[in-house]
């Protein structure tokens, strides 16, 4: 036993991804995405939960006051470390002005076709300067207060869980929804990609296999993924 372990706890030992030489892995703070959880490579373990946001403004006065009630309670025990993350996107318009081109392509009418340009561009003046998206994140990490029931990468998986059914709990009394994702990786990975990759997550999809490389437990499971690379339907998609 070494004079770190009494002192600081029991290290959980990393695993190290290979990396190509000048490759993004070189910079990018990511280790890994494991069990919904993203692990960075200065050992933190952060998880991301998405929440679909309400407007305050156009609550009665006795549910802005509940609402105030329960989320400064939810604050007196959140995560010491917890962000608030409020990403802020131009609005995609291009599978919208493709579509009004090809009917602007189609029509014979002159006065029918000034109609759609000019319908194109005010769409396109009100992406450049008005409309936009926005996506709210709840962002928190493991402490080592949290006391997980074991020094290991599950004991802080299921821990971080804990937290955040905590969070959901105290969200959903504000009227604050916390996204339900079926696969919790392929959601972060995700995530990441789009903030990493802020334009060209816009117009190229991640591959596939990326999914395939994390995890068959946690990410889309093998026959799926096959489907997928097939043209096919999913199982979830067939039932529906």
Known sequence: ???????????????????????TQGWLPVLDVQNGVVITKDD????ILEIMPVNFYLKSAIEQQNIIFYF????????????????????????????????????VSENCRRMIEDNIQEVA???ANEAVTRRFFLVFQYESRMKARSDTLQ?????????????????????????????ADNFQLELLY???????????RLPLGVYNMISRMHGIEEQELDALEKGGE?????QE
């Open 234 to 238: 999913t199982q979830d998609e067939a």
């Open 194 to 204: 789009s903030f990493i990759n802020k334009k060209t997550s816009r117009r190229t």
């Open 44 to 47: 933190r373990y952060v998880k």
């Open 155 to 183: 004991g802080i998986v299921e821990r971080l869980r804990e937290e955040e059914q905590t969070a959901r709990r105290y969200l959903d009394l504000c009227g604050l929804e916390v996204v339900s994702v079926k696969y």
């Open 125 to 127: 003046y009100l992406a």
């Open 1 to 23: 036993m070494g004079l770190k372990e009494p002192i600081f706890g029991k290290q959980i030992k990393q695993a190290h991804a290979a990396q190509y030489r000048n490759s």
């Open 72 to 107: 400064s309670s939810y604050l007196k025990i959140a995560p010491d470390n917890l962000q608030i993350k409020i990403v802020t996107q131009k609005a995609d318009i291009d599978g919208y002005v493709a579509r009004m081109k090809g009917f602007l392509d189609n029509e």
